[in-house]
């Protein structure tokens, strides 16, 4: 397994922007498809977006799209979300999470078997 450890969280007025990272050691970073998903107070894990190995692929939530792009460094072991124009529904705790590459793409947290520990977005009005 990869361990995943995230960065970038705090707190951020309505309209700002934040860059999340999550560095990855252990297994090969660049065989992983990375997502991040986010988790609200009371309500289930969902997913945000997540980035193929190469960076071919890209899938974004509706509720994100045009606002937070995901990226990633192969050669940092790295990903990022890099989040504009944020709304006080975007206040989480904000993880991401690895998936090998040849299993395909998904938006279902259980798809994925490794975890970051989180960091907490927090969007003021």
């Known amino acids: 397994q990869v361990r995943l450890v995230e960065s970038g969280g705090g707190l951020v007025q309505a309209g700002g922007s934040l860059r999340l990272s999550c560095a990855a050691s252990g297994r090969t970073f660049s065989i992983y498809t990375m997502g991040w998903f986010r988790q609200a107070p009371g309500k289930e894990r969902e997913f945000v977006a997540s980035?193929?190995?190469?960076?071919?692929?890209?899938y974004s939530a509706d509720s994100v799209k045009g606002r937070f792009t995901i990226s990633r460094d192969n050669t940092k072991n790295t990903v990022y979300l890099q989040m504009n124009s944020l709304k006080t529904e975007a206040t989480a705790v904000y993880y991401c999470a690895a998936r090998p590459n040849w299993a395909g793409a998904t938006m279902n947290p259980a798809d994925f078997g490794s975890w970051g520990q989180g960091t907490q977005v927090t969007v003021s009005s």
């Open positions: 980035i193929s190995w190469s960076g071919g692929s890209i």
